[in-house]
């Protein structure tokens, strides 16, 4: 079940993330990879390599090789599996994946994930449940987060994570821009500071 893809205009020409299996980066479109995305979550206890959940995507402008996912390792156990998830980010275009140094907070995993166009260090994260864990934003990958401010709440909920919905997007040009759709309002809120204050 694919959940998004992305075509990065340097490195693979497609990098696919699907629930249950992670996903594929895709160095050539007229055939299937030879492998899974390697390293994008840790293995589970006993060395399975699945379920696990690619539920959000984006490559950065600026450095399209600089790439973040939102993960969940679904049936383990913390922190890579219902207790927290995770996301990552790989600087070679998807081939290796490191976990971001630190999380925002406690219990969040997946959601949704934007990497500004021309800032690769600035990532904004809308983890699953955002009523409790709100939305985040990193201006050094992942070293210290801050909450943003204005953003709407519960647009992540349950398995809704699993839908095909893109709430949250980065500008492809504009420096530290970010966008969230609420579709339960037909609201659009835009951010200009690198996803610390939206309106």
Excluded at 79 to 108: L, V
Excluded at 110 to 119: K, W
Aim: glycine share 10%; aromatic share 10%.
């Amino acid at each position: 079940c694919l959940l998004d893809l992305i075509a990065p205009p340097k490195g693979a020409p497609l990098v696919s993330g699907m629930m249950d299996i992670g996903g594929f980066v895709h160095p050539r479109l007229d055939l299937p990879p030879a492998t899974a995305m390697v390293g994008v979550a840790p293995e589970g206890p006993h060395g399975q390599k699945a379920p696990l959940e690619v539920t959000s995507l984006d490559y950065s402008e600026a450095d399209p090789l600089t790439i973040v996912a939102a993960v969940c390792w679904r049936y383990t156990p913390p922190p890579d599996g219902n207790g927290t998830g995770h996301a990552r980010y790989s600087t070679d275009g998807g081939k290796t994946w490191q976990k971001f140094p630190t999380i925002p907070a406690a219990r969040i995993r997946d959601g949704r994930i934007a990497i500004s166009a021309t800032d690769p260090k600035n990532v904004v994260w809308m983890p699953r449940d955002t009523k409790t864990t709100g939305v985040w934003t990193t201006s050094d990958l992942g070293r210290t987060w801050k909450r943003s401010q204005g953003a709407p709440t519960g647009l992540i909920w349950a398995d809704m994570v699993f839908s095909f919905d893109k709430p949250l997007a980065s500008d492809r040009v504009r420096a530290g821009t970010f966008y969230i759709y609420d579709k339960r309002d037909g609201r659009f809120y835009r951010s200009e500071d690198g996803g610390l204050n939206f309106k």
